[in-house]
Protein backbone atom coordinates (compact mmCIF):
# COMPACT_ATOMS: atom_id res chain seq x y z
CA UNK A 1 0.00 0.00 0.00
CA UNK A 2 1.50 3.29 -1.20
CA UNK A 3 1.39 5.85 1.83
CA UNK A 4 3.04 9.42 2.07
CA UNK A 5 2.64 10.63 5.21
CA UNK A 6 3.67 14.51 5.66
CA UNK A 7 4.70 16.19 9.14
CA UNK A 8 6.48 19.24 10.45
CA UNK A 9 3.65 21.81 9.45
CA UNK A 10 2.22 24.50 12.12
CA UNK A 11 2.13 28.24 12.67
CA UNK A 12 4.94 29.95 12.57
CA UNK A 13 5.72 34.13 12.21
CA UNK A 14 6.89 35.68 9.12
CA UNK A 15 10.67 35.70 8.95
CA UNK A 16 10.77 32.00 10.46
CA UNK A 17 11.43 28.53 9.44
CA UNK A 18 9.82 25.01 9.45
CA UNK A 19 10.85 22.16 7.80
CA UNK A 20 8.46 19.70 6.19
CA UNK A 21 9.09 16.12 5.97
CA UNK A 22 6.80 13.51 3.96
CA UNK A 23 7.77 9.85 4.89
CA UNK A 24 7.22 7.45 1.34
CA UNK A 25 6.18 3.86 1.56
CA UNK A 26 4.86 1.05 -0.87
CA UNK A 27 6.91 2.07 -3.62
CA UNK A 28 10.29 2.45 -4.86
CA UNK A 29 11.25 5.70 -3.67
CA UNK A 30 14.49 6.42 -5.20
CA UNK A 31 12.82 5.89 -8.71
CA UNK A 32 10.27 8.49 -8.25
CA UNK A 33 10.50 12.59 -8.65
CA UNK A 34 9.62 13.90 -5.54
CA UNK A 35 7.85 17.08 -5.30
CA UNK A 36 5.92 19.29 -3.03
CA UNK A 37 2.96 21.55 -4.20
CA UNK A 38 0.55 24.10 -1.70
CA UNK A 39 -2.48 24.96 -2.06
CA UNK A 40 -4.00 28.03 -0.58
CA UNK A 41 -7.81 28.69 0.28
CA UNK A 42 -9.31 29.76 -2.97
CA UNK A 43 -6.29 29.17 -5.07
CA UNK A 44 -5.72 26.38 -7.54
CA UNK A 45 -2.77 23.79 -6.29
CA UNK A 46 0.69 24.92 -7.07
CA UNK A 47 4.35 23.55 -7.60
CA UNK A 48 6.26 24.51 -4.97
CA UNK A 49 9.79 22.68 -5.60
CA UNK A 50 10.57 19.02 -7.10
CA UNK A 51 13.66 16.69 -7.59
CA UNK A 52 14.03 14.24 -9.63
CA UNK A 53 15.45 10.53 -9.42
CA UNK A 54 17.69 9.41 -12.04
CA UNK A 55 19.85 13.42 -12.15
CA UNK A 56 18.35 14.93 -9.37
CA UNK A 57 17.76 18.11 -10.38
CA UNK A 58 15.96 20.68 -8.62
CA UNK A 59 12.94 23.46 -10.00
CA UNK A 60 11.49 25.97 -7.38
CA UNK A 61 8.41 27.95 -8.14
CA UNK A 62 9.54 31.76 -8.52
CA UNK A 63 8.01 32.68 -5.32
CA UNK A 64 10.66 30.45 -3.02
CA UNK A 65 13.59 30.36 -4.92
CA UNK A 66 16.07 31.37 -2.61
CA UNK A 67 13.90 31.16 0.41
CA UNK A 68 13.01 26.67 0.01
CA UNK A 69 15.34 24.00 -0.22
CA UNK A 70 14.20 20.25 -1.21
CA UNK A 71 16.14 17.42 -1.05
CA UNK A 72 15.65 13.94 -0.31
CA UNK A 73 16.96 10.86 1.31
CA UNK A 74 16.51 7.79 -0.71
CA UNK A 75 17.85 5.52 2.44
CA UNK A 76 15.04 6.68 4.42
CA UNK A 77 12.78 6.85 1.77
CA UNK A 78 11.75 10.64 2.78
CA UNK A 79 11.70 14.19 0.75
CA UNK A 80 12.19 17.58 2.64
CA UNK A 81 11.32 21.20 2.33
CA UNK A 82 13.28 23.63 4.01
CA UNK A 83 10.98 26.77 4.19
CA UNK A 84 13.35 30.01 5.24
CA UNK A 85 12.15 33.60 5.44
CA UNK A 86 8.22 33.11 5.63
CA UNK A 87 5.90 34.85 4.57
CA UNK A 88 1.94 35.53 5.08
CA UNK A 89 1.67 34.37 1.46
CA UNK A 90 3.31 31.10 2.25
CA UNK A 91 0.22 29.94 3.57
CA UNK A 92 -0.83 27.06 2.31
CA UNK A 93 -1.85 23.18 2.73
CA UNK A 94 1.49 21.63 1.87
CA UNK A 95 1.12 18.47 -0.13
CA UNK A 96 4.17 15.73 -1.17
CA UNK A 97 3.83 13.96 -4.32
CA UNK A 98 5.82 11.12 -6.18
CA UNK A 99 5.44 10.61 -9.38
CA UNK A 100 7.20 8.51 -12.62
CA UNK A 101 5.97 7.77 -15.91
CA UNK A 102 3.30 5.55 -14.67
CA UNK A 103 1.99 6.19 -11.35
CA UNK A 104 1.31 9.36 -9.42
CA UNK A 105 0.74 9.53 -5.52
CA UNK A 106 -0.38 12.20 -3.09
CA UNK A 107 -0.08 12.79 0.30
CA UNK A 108 -2.86 13.68 3.09
CA UNK A 109 -1.03 17.42 3.33
CA UNK A 110 0.31 19.33 6.39
CA UNK A 111 -1.15 22.83 7.33
CA UNK A 112 1.51 25.82 7.23
CA UNK A 113 0.13 28.78 8.38
CA UNK A 114 2.40 32.06 8.50
CA UNK A 115 0.90 34.74 11.14
CA UNK A 116 2.29 37.60 13.09
Known amino acids: QVQLVESGGGLVQPGGSLRLSCAAS????????MSWYRQAPGKERELVAE????????NYADSVKGRFTISRDNAKNTVYLQMNSLKPEDTAVYYCNARNLFNRYWGQGTQVTVSS
Open 51 to 58: IRSIDGRI
Open 26 to 33: GFTFSTYA
